[in-house]
């Protein structure tokens, strides 16, 4: 296990790179016991909150999924961050009857509200600011199919969001690169967010540079036509260095921000990589919630 654990994870840059490094390599070893079907018991006897306040379904059936293969016991609470209770009210209700809270929900400013006013930890599991596990997974993915991650160039074709934020989070304290490639109003330019390691720029011919490349849900107030040149297709895919990954995020929409080509390109192992969300998880959640 991690012996330098924090409390809450809400966000890749509120960590060390040494924590994160470790979380990488220990979901590596969450693979192992998963293909075994031999999961550590880490979470026998503690009970899990699982609040799912907004849309998507993966990375929270995933938990669900870790929480009980690791012995633990998870309810879902049908909380809304942001309702009439306040939360720090729900923060003290929770904390009667749970060891740890899981929460999906919209705001980043309710999920670090509820993390303050809770005793016990909280994993962010998704808000419309960031989405760190997604992220930690495909970086344990990577490292997996290449043995490391210094030194990695990503590049996120992808418009000022949560998940082209949490690779940014993650460029502030992991030894990586990260560039966006996207017409300048959808770039990120939140000064909290600017570090060396990330750049912003509207020129294609950055994504050669890739060592991984990543998509999103195109902005639903553009203009096709204006984003027509960024969709990413088996061409752009064939201009990519030996060994790129290619890695659209979740849900993929096909003859959008990617071609129905790109999907089945070699460089696109999507599938495989969203198997490493459920490893990455299952080593947050040991630790986070386990006893010490």
């Avoid at 966000?11 to 590596?28: C, E, F, M, S, Y």
């Avoid at 060891?99 to 599991?125: E, H, S, Y």
Wanted: aromatic share 6%.
């Amino acid at each position: 296990m991690i012996q330098d654990r924090g409390r809450d994870f809400l966000a890749l840059n509120d960590h060390t790179g040494d924590v994160l490094t470790a979380l990488i390599a220990r979901a590596g070893a969450m693979a192992h016991f998963w293909a075994e079907r031999g999961m550590p018991a880490c979470l026998a006897g503690r009970r899990i909150a699982l609040i799912v306040d907004d849309g998507g379904w993966r990375n929270t059936t995933a938990f669900d999924l870790g929480i009980q293969a690791m012995a633990g016991c998870c309810v879902h609470a049908p909380i809304t961050l942001g309702g009439a209770e306040a939360v720090a009210d729900l923060a003290a209700y929770l904390d009667n009857w749970v060891d740890g809270i899981v929460a999906r929900t919209p705001q980043l400013a309710a999920m670090r509200a509820l993390a303050d006013a809770a005793r016990a930890p909280v994993i962010n599991a998704r808000t419309r600011a960031n989405h760190p596990c997604e992220t930690l997974g495909d970086l344990s993915f990577v490292h997996r199919v290449r043995g490391g991650i210094d030194g990695l160039k990503v590049v996120g074709v992808a418009a000022d969001d949560n998940i082209l934020r949490s690779w940014v989070e993650a460029a502030h304290v992991l030894p990586i690169e990260v560039t966006q490639v996207f017409p300048a109003r959808w770039q990120v330019r939140d000064p909290a967010l600017q570090t060396p390691r990330f750049l912003a720029t509207a020129e294609l011919g950055a994504i050669a540079d890739a060592d991984v490349l990543i998509t999103d849900s195109w902005p639903r107030d553009a203009d096709e036509a204006e984003l027509r040149p960024y969709q990413v297709t088996d061409g752009v895919l064939d201009r990519l260095r030996p060994g790129a990954l290619f890695l659209p995020c979740p849900p993929v929409a096909r003859g959008r921000e990617v071609s129905r080509d790109a999907m089945l390109h070699p460089a696109c192992r999507v599938v495989e990589a969203k198997a490493f969300l459920l490893h990455a998880q299952n080593a947050l959640l040991e630790w986070a919630f386990a006893r010490r």
